[in-house]
């Protein structure tokens, strides 16, 4: 009898000892990383064969405590490892620690190592070979308060693994994730019964539906594997295994015969040839039809059909600015299966919970379970009128399709309050000022942290990451409140609001692309007109808070040279030469945004004749620049580490320097414009003295952020 620890992803230890009783072991003991129990050889293999649910099946060897490294090493080397390998074989270590001495996993699994090579060359003269894909022996350590367990793993690698899937989608479920879905589902009692439908109609490249016939048709997930740890292990009993596989094979054919409708659809064409292509791979054909359709146009495929099971795991809006989609997407879903779906029984696994509320219907069981990081739940529905809600007493759905529940329409009424007044006194000074692009909300209420910006008939929403101390299901309910109150407030459709998470940035950080969509839109500033970008990036390509600042910028430079520094997109460059600049220069250190610069410079139907664009390092280009111009724009970033820069820039700590070289650029008639973002700047005592310096901020704050005085602060300084 050997000690066995059969792990399982986090979510899923528990429907693993259903399954391993069902195997019929007893006398288990369950952890949050697995099962215990006391077995023989053929309880392991059979796991290894036959386990839809777990990922390792581990054999333990020996436990011990060691208290530093070299303790470690003389447990791990008196061990007789010639009884479980020869010096020919493969060998890999995985070392797993927590709250012990030896912290560093990659030291732990070298110092094991060493111990085993030293063990067979000292006795044997020979050693194995470190081989770390596929070795003969996989040997597992596990190391919590300094106390060692050496583990066989018997699997080799995660049972997930089954073998038929070599092409998957851009998000593909895990195999035993989709198994637990699917015995949480209740497919396995649903599938005994060959009326009963299968169909998932978002499939993807199609693990939910071939796990779902390997559990209608009694096939075992292992038969499709060629590598076992065991394999290679001296005491491995391959007469035994091969009972085992052989009876797996016999039982495959039988169920290769069995008459059942499972069904799996995608709107992606690439998709589909992905499933098709494993499920060859899993000769599965007969029992799986997979077909390109779009959701809107799935139907059971008998009109008569009373009941079945669909399964669908469709995006979480985890990605940045992708939450107001999906939420219209589980309307939709929601839609279907009460129009056509009637009496069907519904699972639908979601990393956001809110979202499931779009369904419209009663989930009578939630399941928690983890699809890698991400928490989920399983939402198991019954499709039926009891359990269909009654939408104008349960909820309100606004015209772009977002639900609000009627316990978020009382919660959210302050945040619905502040957002119509900011708007109310919004109105007149828009009209006045002729402009596309403000803001009408800034976390006026702490609760409901966002700013919220309008560019023409588009709506730019970043959500300020919440603090840890916040429930994040309450995060997410309340940034759906933000959605949808902005969506029936403005009379903007879900299509056309983006939505990001702001956090703390640190240099290039604030520039990374989020999901790269390279749509621009055209908005409209006083007569000057820009590209934005409401997806790509944190920033959308036009500052709205420096609208005044661009404004004198340009009113400076009529007649003048002028320079822009740090120049993003260029947007202080168009305003010069809409003035009547007679020339400028525009320097960045991003070809991205000095093309995006040029693209505005077209835009407004100006040449590039007495208009240049500089791509350099700006801090070097500054102390190397021999000409002289009339008017500088100085707008440099708060914090820089990125590699145009030798060293970090900080805004506070240089920015003396950056001034005085910036300045020796400026004509003895000149003035320089200097802004930054650090709400904590204090400007340098030399400064103040050397210059003709004004602090302008309080006038280039225009009304729609005057509820954040600090968003930026504005310096004019002359010889």
Not at 415 to 438: D, G, P, V
Request: aromatic content about 12%; glycine content about 6%.
């Amino acid at each position: 009898m050997y000690n066995l620890f059969v792990t399982a992803p986090k979510g899923i230890v528990s429907i693993l000892k259903e399954e391993l009783e069902s195997f019929g072991i007893s006398d288990l003991k369950e952890n949050p990383g697995g099962v215990y129990f006391e077995g023989n050889l053929a309880q392991a293999y059979h796991i290894c064969l036959w386990s839809r649910l777990a990922n390792k099946v581990l054999l333990e060897l020996k436990t011990f405590t060691a208290e530093n490294e070299q303790e470690l090493y003389e447990n791990v080397h008196s061990f007789e490892w010639d009884n479980h390998l020869t010096p020919e074989k493969t060998l890999a270590v995985d070392f797993v620690s927590t709250k012990g001495v030896i912290k560093h996993t990659k030291f732990g699994a070298l110092r094991v190592k060493d111990a085993i090579v030293d063990f067979f060359n000292e006795k044997l003269q020979q050693r194995p070979s470190v081989q770390v894909i596929q070795p003969d022996i996989r040997l597992n350590v596990y190391n919590k308060y300094n106390n060692f367990t050496l583990y066989l793993d018997l699997s080799g690698e995660s049972l997930h693994r089954r073998g038929y899937r070599l092409e998957g989608s851009q998000a593909p479920l895990k195999e035993n994730l989709a198994a637990a879905v699917l015995y949480r589902a209740g497919w396995q009692d649903l599938s005994k019964d060959q009326q009963s439908m299968f169909v998932d109609p978002m499939c993807g490249s199609g693990t939910l539906p071939i796990e779902a016939a390997l559990i209608s048709a009694d096939i075992a997930p292992g038969i499709y594997r060629k590598y076992y740890g065991f394999l290679g292990w001296l005491h491995h009993d391959d007469k035994l295994w091969q009972k085992l596989y052989l009876n797996a094979k016999f039982r495959k054919q039988n169920g290769l015969e069995k008459k059942i409708s499972i069904i799996g659809y995608d709107a992606s064409a690439k998709s589909i040839s992905y499933a098709i292509n494993n499920l060859e791979r899993a000769d599965l054909r007969g029992l799986v039809h997979f077909e390109k359709k779009d959701l809107s146009d799935v139907r059971p495929i008998y009109q008569n059909t009373i009941g079945g099971l669909m399964v669908i795991n469709p995006p979480y809006g985890q990605r940045i600015g992708e939450l107001a989609e999906v939420s219209q997407l589980y309307v939709s879903i929601g839609n279907l299966v009460k129009k056509y779906f009637q009496e069907w029984k519904l699972s639908i696994l979601t990393g956001n919970i809110e979202l499931g509320k779009n369904i419209g219907i009663h989930a009578h069981k939630k399941y928690q379970l983890y699809n890698g990081p991400i928490e989920c739940r399983l939402l198991n529905f019954h499709v039926t009128e009891a359990d269909i809600y009654k939408h104008q007493t349960k909820l309100s759905i606004n015209q772009s399709g977002l639900i609000l529940n009627h316990q978020t329409k009382i919660a959210a009424q302050s945040f619905k309050n502040r957002l119509k007044k900011n708007l109310k006194k919004l109105k007149s000074w828009i009209a006045k000022e002729k402009i596309q692009c403000y803001r009408i909300y800034d976390q006026d209420i702490p609760e409901y942290a966002a700013a919220i910006d309008v560019y023409g008939e588009a709506v730019h929403i970043q959500e300020y990451a919440p603090p840890e101390t916040v429930n994040p299901d309450i995060a997410k309910t309340r940034l759906n409140d933000i959605i949808v109150i902005t969506s029936e407030l403005l009379s903007v459709p879900i299509n056309n609001i983006a939505i990001k998470q702001r956090k703390k940035q640190k240099g290039k950080a604030q520039y990374n692309r989020f999901e790269l969509k390279n749509q621009f839109i055209e908005v409209d500033e006083y007569g000057s007109r820009f590209l934005v970008n409401l997806t790509d990036y944190l920033d959308t390509g036009l500052f709205l808070d420096h609208r005044i600042t661009r404004k004198i910028v340009g009113d400076l430079a009529k007649n003048r040279h002028f320079l822009n520094l740090f120049a993003y997109t260029g947007t202080a460059t168009i305003y010069a030469i809409k003035a009547g600049a007679r020339s400028t220069t525009t320097v960045d250190s991003s070809k991205k945004y000095l093309t995006w610069a040029k693209q505005n410079l077209q835009l407004n139907g100006f040449s590039f004749e007495k208009n240049k664009f500089i791509q350099v390092d700006c801090l070097d280009w500054i102390k190397k620049e021999k000409r002289k111009y009339d008017i500088i724009f100085l707008d440099p970033p708060t914090f820089s580490n990125s590699k145009s820069f030798k060293e970090s820039f900080q805004i506070q700590r240089d920015h003396e320097q950056l001034i005085i070289d910036t300045m020796d650029l400026l004509a003895k008639d000149g003035k320089m414009i200097f802004s930054n973002n650090f709400k904590k700047f204090k400007m340098s005592d030399k400064i103040m003295v050397r210059y003709q310096l004004t602090n302008i901020t309080e006038k280039t704050i225009p009304l729609d952020f005057s509820r954040n005085k600090k968003i930026h602060n504005c310096w004019s300084l002359e010889w």
